[in-house]
């Protein structure tokens, strides 16, 4: 599967924007997806992960609340909806998937096999 990442763009604290994570490929219900954030001088940080059906999904505290992820296995694409941002929020934002034969979702960066390329989000003050 090949990822290609949308969406980013500046933003005002409070407002929201729509990640899309589009997959290619035919196999896209067998994988579980990830959204990963990093920061200017941080590391890579774990933002969410939906299970390959969509029915279970995982967030980090910092965007319980605040972010949704979601998919459409019909259109092969990952979601995030990201609400009440804030600054600190600004980063490039990953996805990320991991093939799957269970219902789990995954939080660690080395678990997933395959990356997009990256969508900036800025969210000034």
């Known amino acids: 599967v090949q990822l290609q990442a949308s969406g980013g763009g500046l933003v005002q604290a409070g407002g929201s924007l729509r990640l899309s994570c589009a997959a290619s490929?035919?196999?896209?219900?067998?994988?579980?997806m990830g959204w990963f954030r990093q920061a200017p001088g941080k590391e890579r940080e774990f933002v969410a992960s939906?299970?390959?059906?969509?029915?279970?999904?995982e967030y980090a505290d910092s965007v319980k609340g605040r972010f949704t992820i979601s998919r459409d296995n019909a259109k092969n694409t990952v979601y995030l909806q990201m609400n009440s941002l804030k600054p600190e929020d600004t980063a490039v934002y990953y996805c990320?998937?991991?093939?799957?034969?269970?219902?789990?979702?995954?939080?660690?960066?080395?678990?997933?096999?395959?990356w997009g390329q990256g969508t900036q989000v800025t969210v000034s003050s």
């Open positions: 939906i299970n390959r059906g969509g029915g279970i999904t």
């Open positions: 990320a998937a991991v093939p799957t034969y269970g219902g789990r979702t995954f939080s660690r960066e080395g678990q997933y096999t395959t």
């Open positions: 490929g035919r196999t896209f219900g067998s994988y579980a």
